[in-house]
């Protein structure tokens, strides 16, 4: 009998475990009713690594085993052996990589894939009994990395679709892709052959971008690709102008730059109304003038997807406001009298003027009103709480200056305050109300003091009995009187 001992190999089961199995397998005698089997450990064999083909169930007293390919025929013979005395002979199939140990197990060695398919155990008993048995070798190829070819390396977005295919293609093996190491699932979008080997994105997007990596796999390796990403063309988007800042002071200077989405990168020009300023991203005007005002465009140009946008700001240059000052058609004025005209003087054009009082915002009111422009205040009736400091302010976008002060000075006709006044006035108008009613009660009484003298007469007797302190009410009136 040949020897067992070979040197190691890569795969899933160790030279030492196979030998222990064999040994096991030695002492196993069952009955030969029992159907015998061949397992294949392991079952999915790498190439170049070794397999054992087990045999189970092994009749009673074996004479001879014989291992054949497919079928028991001696042109399909593999190797034969004699237990005793223990003899082995080789048949035509034999390739000096097997070894048949006592128990009929079959070990081969270095596999190719031509070693796959069906093994067939031919058990001669001492009886002459010849029960069989099968079992089937897999071999599978050790996968190499695999890589991701596409057919349109710059596809331009919204327009163009790309086919990413996972190379090299072969048969048994399992394909699978992934996005930004997320698995990918079929879509409207996402499309997958059959055998998921090919991915198809319809109208890429700059989002479509990956990183993608496509995995195979079979029985006895998984092998990834490395990271693939898309190169799409797109935009640019519309552009946008930075400051937004409009307004600008005589003398400033002016930096504006132009942004937008773009790949390739954007080509930038600036315009002026229709004159050419240049072509850069970022603008800059050094000492504005108030001939700078106007509208700024930015164009901006993608050679590779043929598109441009525009964006247009409004930029406006003004001069700083001059220092107002206040015209009063009076300034000493009684109370109650009026009108009074407060002007603001100013020569600078495109204002806004404001007025206060007292360091307050004035606010119109009924007998405070401001022209259309709001150059002139008229106070009528003037009161007292109108006196005090006026100042208006002019502003533009740019600047605002207040003027100096104007004090209006409101006085009482009386010397009096106007509180003093009103309290005069409040302490009149009660007397009047007091002596009104007086009156009023007086007339009632003597309107009544005819009766009130009959009744007095006719009761002479009973008023006799009276207190000499009881009052009459005639006498009463009397009294007024």
């Known amino acids: 009998m040949e020897s067992p001992s070979v040197p190691a190999h890569r795969g899933a089961l160790p030279w030492q475990g196979l030998l222990i199995t064999v040994s096991l397998l030695s002492f196993w005698n069952l009955p030969i009713t029992a159907q015998i089997t061949v397992k294949s450990v392991p079952p999915d064999v790498a190439e170049g690594n070794p397999v054992l083909l087990l045999v189970h169930n092994i009749p009673p007293k074996p004479a001879k085993y014989n291992w054949y390919r497919n079928d028991i ?3 399909m013979s593999i190797i034969k052996f004699i237990v005793n005395p223990e003899n082995t002979t080789h048949g035509p199939l034999y390739s000096n990589r097997e070894t048949i140990y006592s128990n009929g197990s079959l070990l081969i060695q270095n596999l190719t894939k031509e070693d796959s398919g069906k093994y067939v155990i031919q058990v001669i008993t001492e009886n002459f009994e010849s029960p069989t ?30 086919v990413l ?26 499309q997958l052959s059959p055998d998921n080997r090919i991915l198809t994105v319809l109208n890429v997007t700059r989002n479509d971008r990956g990183p993608y990596v496509c995995e195979t796999s079979n029985p006895v390796s998984v092998q990834r690709s490395n990271p693939f990403y898309l190169t799409v063309l797109y935009g640019p988007d519309d552009p946008t102008i930075s400051p937004s800042k409009r307004d600008y002071l005589q003398g400033e200077n002016l930096s504006l730059s132009c942004l937008t989405a773009s790949y390739p990168p954007a080509e930038f020009s600036w315009f002026v109304g229709e004159k050419p300023l240049g072509f850069t991203q970022t603008l800059s005007i050094h000492n504005l003038s108030l001939n700078d005002s106007g509208s700024y465009s930015c164009l901006v140009n993608n050679s590779a997807t043929h598109l441009n946008r525009t964006t247009v700001i409004n930029i406006t ?44 915002d004035l606010q119109p009111a009924e007998r405070r009103k401001l ?5 002139t205040l008229t106070l009528q009736p003037v009161w007292e709480a109108d006196g005090g400091d006026y100042q208006c302010e002019v502003s533009n976008p740019v600047s605002s200056r207040r003027s100096n002060q104007v004090r209006l000075k409101v006085t009482s006709t009386s010397g009096l305050s106007a509180g003093a006044i ?10 009047v109300a007091l002596i009104a009613a007086l009156v009023y009660f007086l007339y009632v009484r003597k309107t009544g003091g005819a009766n009130d003298q ?6 002479k007797l009973s008023a006799s009995n009276h207190s000499k302190y009881s009052i009459h009410p005639m006498t009463l009136s009397q009294c007024f009187l």
């Open 454 to 459: 009959r009744h007095l007469t006719e009761n």
């Open 317 to 360: 240059v003004s001069k700083s406001v001059t220092l107002p000052s206040i015209r009063a058609s009076n300034t000493t004025v009684t109370e109650g009298a009026g009108p009074v005209v407060l002007t603001c003087l100013t020569n600078d054009t495109g204002i806004s003027i404001r007025w206060y009082l007292n360091d307050k």
């Open 165 to 190: 295919m996972c190379e090299p293609e072969s048969s048994g093996t399992t394909y699978r892709w992934f996005n930004n190491t997320q698995p990918i699932q079929p879509s409207t979008r996402l």
């Open 371 to 375: 022209s259309a422009d709001n150059r």
């Open 73 to 75: 025929n001696e042109s």
């Open 422 to 431: 009103a309290g005069i006035v409040i302490g009149v108008l009660a007397g």
């Open 133 to 162: 048995g099968n079992g089937q070798v897999h071999v599978h190829a050790l996968l190499p990395q695999p890589n991701i070819t596409v057919n349109n390396s710059s596809p331009v977005e919204q327009k163009d679709s790309v």
